[in-house]
């Protein structure tokens, strides 16, 4: 069974600086696809980054980055840059055919 | 496109009564999922929707919870009679899956604002 591990239950970042949030994974898969969700404390969930098993190249968006290690079953989520606004619960998942998985998630703590 | 819209967003009812949350998907998303979420299990998938067919119950804790979707811009979760247990956040969420996709969730979920469900 397919399994998402964050070993971090809280990390913390001075604004301005980078941080990185560890996930690990389990699967048999070959094709598959992972996700980080951000969960602020107005509770909506959205989703920050994804990444296809598929492709090598690790994803971007703005100042959100990922470590993909295929062969590691690792992808690690890096914020650059921290702002204020990015604290929150982030939570890693991963989805194979019909089925999704998250992490226990990471609580983000911001420091000005 | 004002995303999927859930209500309400909180609610608190004693232990037996009836409680319906509700959700409106994204225009044109073809599936349409009920996660719970505790402290204790984290997000748990309840069921979910296919062009408005049910596709996967088994995430359904017990016969008290039922889950319809008549069309594709409205769904229902209902539980009844309700209990302290069921105490949760509960999302409603919906994708697109897209052509060739081999899976309702491959492009991500775009979540609701989520209902806070407190029985007392």
């Known amino acids: 069974a397919q399994t998402v591990t964050q070993s971090q239950p809280e990390m913390s970042v001075q604004e301005a600086e980078t941080v990185t949030l560890s996930c690990t994974y389990d699967?048999?898969?070959?094709?598959?696809?992972l996700f980080w969700y951000k969960q602020p404390p107005s509770r909506q969930m959205i989703l920050v980054i994804r990444?296809?098993?598929?492709?090598?190249q690790n994803a971007t968006e703005n100042r959100f980055s990922v470590n993909f290690q295929k062969a590691a079953k690792s992808f690690s989520l890096k914020i650059s840059d921290s702002q204020l606004g990015d604290a929150a619960m982030y939570f890693c998942?991963?989805?194979?055919?019909?089925?999704?998985?998250f992490g226990a998630g990471t609580r983000l703590f911001v420091k000005a | 496109d004002a995303g999927v819209i859930q209500s309400p967003r909180h609610e608190v009812t004693e232990m037996g009564q009836e409680v319906t949350l509700r959700c409106k998907p994204i225009?044109?998303?073809?599936?349409l999922f009920w996660y719970r979420q505790t402290m204790m299990r984290g997000l748990e998938l309840l069921i979910y929707?296919?062009?408005?067919?049910?596709?996967?119950d088994s995430g359904m804790p017990e016969d008290r919870f039922s889950a319809k979707m008549p069309n594709a811009s409205f769904s229902t979760l209902k539980i009844q009679p309700s209990e302290p247990r069921d105490s949760a956040v509960y999302f409603c969420?919906?994708?697109?899956?897209?052509?060739?996709?081999?899976?309702?969730?491959?492009?991500?979920?775009?979540f609701g604002s989520g209902t806070r469900l407190t029985v007392v």
């Open positions: 969420a919906s994708s697109l899956a897209g052509a060739g996709a081999k899976g309702p969730a491959n492009y991500g979920y775009t």
């Open positions: 699967t048999s898969e070959s094709d598959y696809y």
């Open positions: 990444q296809e098993a598929y492709k090598q």
């Open positions: 998942a991963y989805t194979g055919g019909f089925k999704t998985i």
């Open positions: 225009s044109g998303h073809d599936y």
């Open positions: 929707f296919n062009n408005n067919v049910p596709i996967d």
